[in-house]
């Protein structure tokens, strides 16, 4: 296995350095200082991850899928145990507390066992009547592209359900945070995941998509990050029509209305937003408050916002850490000042913390006019927006008024409004009086362009399957 902050590659059942021994440095967002280094796969190693998960492919999708999902279980068991260290190693890397990076590895064993124990009934014949039925059939090798953000819970969101579908995988983890890619895969490694079956490697993104999806061995696409990227690789898979699953950004609306419980209301939206340092595709970004409840609102979020202490991410105390890197702080800064320069008010933030790290304070703007990119670009950042509404149809019209429809939240008591809203809202989840992200159970995708597909639940696994239709069974 690769030591402490020197990350490999894994091909082939086997760690090791990239072939031409290229690095990419690694970087303490807290510190700024470069504190080691992850392999930078060559096209000599993509070639042969490619060879190695297309000779596994045969073996891997015809081994019993209840041993399939024995392993899977196993690898669950083997990771909770190593959790308490990997959460360490993704705090450094990441720069979120250490109490947001044992959560994320708790979900992440939970996606793995959730998808061992499903695996047989997920690849169990479907029958229609006596003459017919559904076949699920493993559809090939998977390209998987994850995120830095939540790399754990990520990465076990795409492997889980295609190894538990009997598809091999080749992964690109995220370069800014390789520990989670590189303990999970070893998870799965000593809980016998044949050698080809998971391959892992790092690299220059756009180099190792261009390969991989040049490649027809790769039969499925499956990528969470932005909307733009997403847009690059759907046009690459579309070359060799691999199914994509396409997990991008979002802009999270909140409807609060004017029954809305604050003190339950305001704790939330401040928790979830402000988590991971408001890096999260289906953070709230952009709140609406019924103008009778909104100086109110205004002055808790306000005081919540300021009372969150902002530090180490290794420090007990701390509640938010730094930005996980240097790119995010410099889009915090084009969005404020783009809309301050168009009349928006900085009630409180809104510039980076004078010390090392990149440390961005939550943040919150009023007054922000409709053109202002914050309310249109995904902030995926500690930035929210805070507008009154009056009417009912006003608010929906606003909080849709992006091009993304992943998540979006509601406070009411009312029947009548909670109903309005769950159907006015165009977002692949809506949540009323309750702030939630995904879990293991249950399908999650975005509709517009956050992406199509779904991750999570059967829908999961159905992604990395074809469905055979047999007839004539009884001819
Ligand atoms: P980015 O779009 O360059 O990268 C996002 C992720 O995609 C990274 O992990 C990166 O390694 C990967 N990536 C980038 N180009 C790629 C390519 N050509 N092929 C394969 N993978 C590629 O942006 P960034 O600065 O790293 O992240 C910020 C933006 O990414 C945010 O604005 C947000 O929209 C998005 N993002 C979304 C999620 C999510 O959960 N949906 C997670 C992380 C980042």
Redesign the pocket.
């Known amino acids: 296995m690769s030591h402490a902050t020197s990350y490999e590659l894994f091909i082939n059942g086997k760690w090791r350095a990239a072939s031409d021994r290229t690095t990419l440095p690694l970087i303490n967002p807290a510190t700024e200082k470069v504190f080691g280094s992850v392999a930078s796969a060559t096209v000599s190693d993509l070639d042969e991850a490619l060879a190695s998960a297309e000779r596994s492919r045969k073996a891997w999708s015809s081994r019993s899928v209840k041993e399939r999902g024995e392993i899977l279980v196993a690898a669950a068991r083997i990771l909770a145990t190593k959790a308490g260290d990997a959460a360490k190693d993704l705090s450094a890397e990441q720069g979120k507390t250490i109490t947001e990076a044992t959560g994320e590895y708790a979900r992440a064993v939970e996606t793995l066992e959730w998808n061992g124990t499903h695996a047989e009934e997920l690849s169990a014949p479907i029958p229609l009547g006596p003459n017919r039925m559904i076949v699920p059939e493993p559809l090939g090798v998977v390209a998987a592209?994850?995120?830095?953000?939540?790399p754990a819970v990520?990465i076990a969101r795409k492997l889980a359900p295609a190894l538990a579908a009997g598809c091999p995988v080749i992964l690109?983890g995220?370069?800014e945070t390789p520990s989670a890619a590189v303990h999970i895969v070893e998870a799965l490694r000593y809980a016998g995941v044949p050698d080809g079956v998971v391959n892992l490697v790092f690299g220059v993104?756009?180099h190792?998509?261009r390969h991989l999806l040049s490649s027809s061995i790769v039969k499925v696409l499956t990528?969470?990050?932005?909307?733009?990227?997403g847009k690059?690789?759907a046009t690459l898979a579309a070359n060799n029509l691999q199914r994509c699953v396409l997990?991008?950004?979002g802009h999270s609306p909140v409807v609060v209305c004017a029954d809305a419980d604050l003190a339950q209301a305001v704790p939330a939206i401040s928790e979830y937003k402000f988590e991971c340092a408001g890096q999260?595709?289906n953070a709230p970004s952009r709140i609406l408050v019924a103008r009778s409840l909104y100086e109110e609102f205004l002055y808790r979020m306000r005081e919540a916002a300021r009372k969150i202490k902002i530090g180490p991410p290794d420090d007990p105390a701390t509640e938010m850490g730094p930005m996980a890197?240097a790119?995010?702080i410099e889009?915090m800064q084009r969005l404020i000042q783009d809309a301050v320069d168009r009349g928006a008010h900085i009630e409180t933030g809104g510039t980076r913390l004078d010390q090392p790290g990149f440390y961005w304070p939550p943040t919150i703007l009023t007054g922000v006019p409709k053109d202002a990119k914050v309310l249109h670009d995904?902030p995926?950042g500690p930035i929210l927006t805070l507008a009154p509404f009056d009417t009912m149809e006003e608010a929906i019209e606003e909080a849709n008024a992006t091009v993304y429809g992943l998540a979006a939240y509601c406070f009411t008591g009312a029947a009548s409004a909670k109903r309005a809203l769950i159907d006015g809202l165009s977002a692949g989840a809506v949540s009323v009086n309750y702030l939630k992200g995904v879990s293991a159970d249950a399908p999650y995708g975005g509709i517009k362009q956050s992406g199509y597909g779904y991750e999570g639940g059967e829908q999961g696994v159905r992604s990395f399957q074809s469905l055979k239709m047999v007839n004539g069974l009884g001819s």
């Open positions: 592209f994850t995120p830095w953000n939540y990520l690109k995220a370069e993104p756009v190792i998509s990528f969470t990050g932005s909307t733009a990227v690059q690789l997990e991008l950004g999260s595709c890197n790119r995010r889009a995904e995926f």
